[in-house]
C-alpha cells in the first residue's frame, strides 16, 4: 500500500440475524490485518423484522468501527446500499453482502489492486453455490442487460466491488430513484477493473431476493440504461413497410408477368394492411424516442464526471 487509507464497509443486511454475529466476526478480523485506519463498517438495517436491528445495536455498542444505520422499513437491497454510500466517511469503501456470500477475506486483493491505480475493482463469479436453475437465469441476465444497455457493463459481476471515494462521490450525485448500482458504477468511468471470485453459499438463512424482485432488478438494469425497448417499434414500423413494398412489388409482377390468379382484391388488402400497421408501429416509434428522451431527461443524471482539470498559467 502508497500510504495509509481509512477503509470503510459498507453492507446491507436484512433479516440476517443467524449470520450477523460470524460476519462482524470475520470482517472485524479481515479490517485487524490492513494497515492505515481507523477503518469503520457501516452496516444498514433494510427494516429487519427478526430483531437483526437489535443486535446491530449491541454490536456496534461492543465495537466503536461499527456504524449503524437503521432504516425506517424495507427500502430493498439497491437503497440500502445506497443508505450506507451516504454514511461512509473512508477514501475507499467496499460494498459487499451482509450474508458473507461476497468473501471478506478478498478485500486486500481488492485493496491491492487499487493500489495499482484502479478506482473501481469489482469481484467477478467464478463459480457460483446456486442451482443450475439459478445460475442459468443470471447467465442470461447479465448478457441481456449488456446486450440491450449503452454503456459497457462487464459480465457477471454484482454490487460487491472496492470504489474509490471519488467513484462513490460521482454515484451519489445521480438523483435517480430506481437504482441499479452496478451500471452506475460502470457509467462513471475511470479505471475499472474485474478480479475473479468465487462466489460462496449463504452462510445462514435464504435468500431475501424473490423472484420478483430478481425481475425488478433486471428491469431497473435494462431500462435504466437503454431505450433499445422503446426502439423497439421503430424498427419493427420499417420492418413491416418495407415488406409490403416487396410484397405490392411481387403481387403486380404475379399479375402481369407470371399471369397467376389470385382471388380479386386479396393483394392491395394485404399490402394496405401491412402498409398502414407498419406506418403507426413505426410513428409508435417515433413516440417512444421521445418518451426515451424525456426519460433521460427526468433521471436528471450529471452529464459527466470530472478526472482532472489542468489550467494553464
Ligand atoms: N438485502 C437487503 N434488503 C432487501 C433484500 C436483501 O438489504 O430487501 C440484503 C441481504 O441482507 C443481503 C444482500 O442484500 O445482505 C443480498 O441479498 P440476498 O443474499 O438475499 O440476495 P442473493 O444473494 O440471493 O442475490
Ligand atoms: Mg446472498
Redesign the pocket.
Known amino acids: 500500500m502508497t500510504e495509509p487509507l481509512r477503509l470503510s464497509l459498507a ?6 440475524r443467524e449470520v450477523l454475529p460470524t460476519l462482524v466476526a470475520r470482517v472485524g478480523a479481515v479490517l485487524d490485518k490492513i494497515p492505515g485506519g481507523p477503518h469503520e463498517i457501516v452496516m ?1 438495517d ?1 427494516g429487519s423484522s427478526d430483531g437483526t436491528a437489535d443486535l446491530l445495536e449491541q454490536e456496534a455498542a461492543k465495537d466503536s468501527r461499527i456504524v449503524a444505520v437503521l432504516l425506517s422499513r ?4 439497491q437503497t ?1 446500499i445506497t443508505a450506507a454510500m451516504d454514511q461512509v466517511n473512508g477514501d475507499v469503501i467496499v460494498i459487499m ?3 458473507l ?1 461476497d468473501p471478506p477475506e478478498v478485500i486486500p486483493q481488492l485493496l491491492a489492486k487499487h493500489a495499482e491505480g484502479y478506482d473501481v475493482v469489482y469481484a467477478q463469479r467464478g463459480e457460483r453455490q446456486e442451482g443450475w436453475y439459478l445460475r442459468v437465469c443470471y447467465w442470461l441476465f447479465y448478457r441481456l442487460v449488456a446486450m440491450l444497455s449503452n454503456i459497457r457493463l462487464p459480465l457477471d459481476s454484482g454490487d460487491f466491488a472496492l470504489l474509490s471515494r471519488r467513484i462513490v462521490d460521482a454515484m451519489r450525485e445521480a438523483p435517480e430513484r430506481q437504482r441499479y448500482l452496478r451500471g452506475l458504477r460502470s457509467w462513471v468511468g475511470f479505471k475499472q477493473i474485474g478480479i475473479v471470485v468465487d462466489r460462496a453459499g ?1 452462510h445462514a438463512g435464504k ?3 424473490t423472484p420478483l ?2 425481475l425488478k432488478l433486471a428491469s431497473d438494469g435494462i431500462f435504466a440504461f437503454s431505450i433499445v425497448p422503446l426502439r423497439a417499434a421503430l424498427v419493427l414500423g420499417l420492418l413491416a413497410i418495407v415488406a409490403s413494398l416487396v410484397y405490392a412489388v411481387y403481387a403486380i409482377l404475379a399479375r402481369l408477368v407470371f399471369e397467376t390468379n389470385t382471388p380479386p382484391g386479396f393483394a392491395s388488402l394485404i399490402v394496405v394492411i401491412v402498409f398502414l400497421a407498419g406506418v403507426q408501429l413505426m410513428l409508435l416509434g417515433v413516440v417512444g424516442e421521445y418518451v426515451g428522451r424525456i426519460y433521460e431527461e427526468v433521471k436528471a443524471r450529471p452529464h459527466y464526471i470530472l478526472r482532472k482539470v489542468i489550467r494553464g498559467k
Open positions: 453492507i446491507p443486511v436484512y433479516n440476517e444498514v433494510d424495507n427500502f430493498g437491497h440500502a453482502d451482509g450474508d456470500q449463504r435468500s431475501k431476493y424482485k430478481l
